[in-house]
């Protein structure tokens, strides 16, 4: 209980570091608020503690690649103006690659200031990794499922499987990856769902029924179907590959496990949901 209640004030505490460090008070008034995701923090933060990682290094470990995730999430959210108020959104797109390349400054402010020239090299590959994918799944370059999944993942994990294999942790990057790239489908599958759209889905689409309308979301009950059904196979042979990492790593915190259950959940019930609808 005392370890948890440990584990507990670290998260509490890097997240309330991580906010202020991202407090820009003109950049948050003209962008969105960057986005921390508390199971990528979870994960950074069990995986440094159980490899004995001292407090202040965890610490700077955490930090730093949290703020190069969020600066690589926070350049996706540039997109081309899609109203009339070009101006505004010509200088929303503007300020919005500068919170990011602000972001970034921070993570190699504090990172350089480790000293670890090796960790360095590792993040830094990882960003030239995660942005070769995105240019990729961005630009429908995909040709099989396979690689369109296989690019979603990298996107995923892959800072945090560099911090895994800077520790030789093959365990935690296998759960990290599988981990992180379950909620990004079931988040894709949820957006599917709502609207006939998202950015994984309109992939799919393409490489599944190459011979329908591209440019419309509309599609047949069976076509939904069968996009959902691949999405569905990717998310629960990721969940086998979940339980099979949790098996080589014993003595599993149960904030980690408590989360890993409330995910499976959410998949159970948006699959319960496409049953109910079609």
């Given at each position: 209980?005392?370890?948890?209640?440990?584990?507990?004030?670290?998260?509490?505490?890097i997240?309330?570091?991580l906010?202020?460090?991202?407090?820009?008070?003109?950049?948050?008034?003209?962008?969105?608020?960057?986005?921390?995701?508390?199971?990528r923090?979870?994960?950074?933060?069990s995986?440094?503690?159980?490899?004995?990682?001292n407090?202040?290094?965890?610490k700077?470990y955490?930090?730093?690649?949290?703020?190069?995730?969020?600066?690589?999430d926070?350049?996706?959210?540039?997109r081309?103006s899609?109203?009339?108020?070009?101006?505004?959104?010509?200088?929303?797109?503007?300020l919005?690659?500068?919170?990011?390349?602000?972001?970034?400054?921070?993570?190699?402010?504090?990172?350089?200031?480790?000293?670890?020239?090796?960790?360095i090299?590792?993040?830094?590959?990882g960003?030239?990794?995660v942005?070769?994918?995105?240019?990729?799944?961005y630009q429908?370059?995909?040709?099989?499922?396979?690689?369109?999944?296989?690019s979603?993942?990298?996107?995923?994990?892959?800072?945090?499987g560099?911090?895994?294999e800077?520790?030789?942790?093959?365990?935690?990057?296998?759960?990290?990856?599988?981990?992180?790239f379950?909620k990004?489908l079931?988040s894709?599958e949820?957006?599917?769902?709502?609207?006939?759209r998202?950015?994984?889905?309109?992939?799919?689409?393409?490489i599944?029924?190459p011979?329908?309308?591209?440019?419309?979301?509309e599609l047949?009950?069976?076509?939904?179907?069968?996009?959902?059904?691949?999405?569905?196979?990717?998310?629960?042979?990721?969940?086998?590959?979940?339980?099979?990492?949790?098996?080589?790593?014993?003595?599993?915190?149960s904030?980690?496990?408590?989360?890993?259950?409330?995910?499976?959940?959410?998949?159970q019930?948006?699959?319960?949901?496409?049953?109910?609808?079609?």
């Open positions: 209980m005392i370890y948890l209640l440990d584990l507990q004030n670290k998260l509490d505490g997240r309330e570091l906010l202020e460090k991202l407090s820009h008070p003109y950049l948050l008034e003209h962008v969105e608020s960057p986005f921390i995701d508390d199971d923090l979870l994960l950074l933060i995986l440094l503690d159980q490899y004995g990682v407090q202040e290094q965890a700077n955490t930090v730093t690649t949290m703020l190069l995730q969020i600066a690589l926070t350049h996706e959210h540039v081309n899609q109203t009339g108020e070009e101006d505004d959104s010509h200088k929303s797109r503007q919005t690659v500068l919170a990011g390349i602000y972001f970034s400054g921070l993570y190699y402010k504090l990172l350089s200031e480790t000293e670890d020239i090796e960790m090299k590792q993040l830094a590959a960003v030239k990794e942005n070769e994918h995105k240019i990729s799944l429908k370059e995909a040709e099989a499922i396979d690689k369109l999944m296989d979603v993942k990298l996107i995923e994990s892959t800072l945090l560099k911090v895994a800077h520790f030789n942790a093959s365990e935690w990057h296998e759960l990290a990856a599988n981990w992180l379950v990004r079931i894709e949820k957006k599917f769902m709502q609207s006939g998202s950015l994984v889905f309109d992939v799919m689409k393409k599944t029924l011979k329908i309308d591209q440019s419309s979301s047949s009950a069976e076509q939904q179907k069968y996009l959902l059904t691949i999405c569905t196979r990717y998310i629960e042979f990721s969940m086998t590959m979940i339980d099979t990492a949790l098996k080589k790593l014993p003595g599993m915190n904030l980690l496990m408590d989360r890993l259950k409330l995910i499976a959940g959410q998949h019930s948006m699959s319960k949901k496409f049953a109910e609808e079609g």
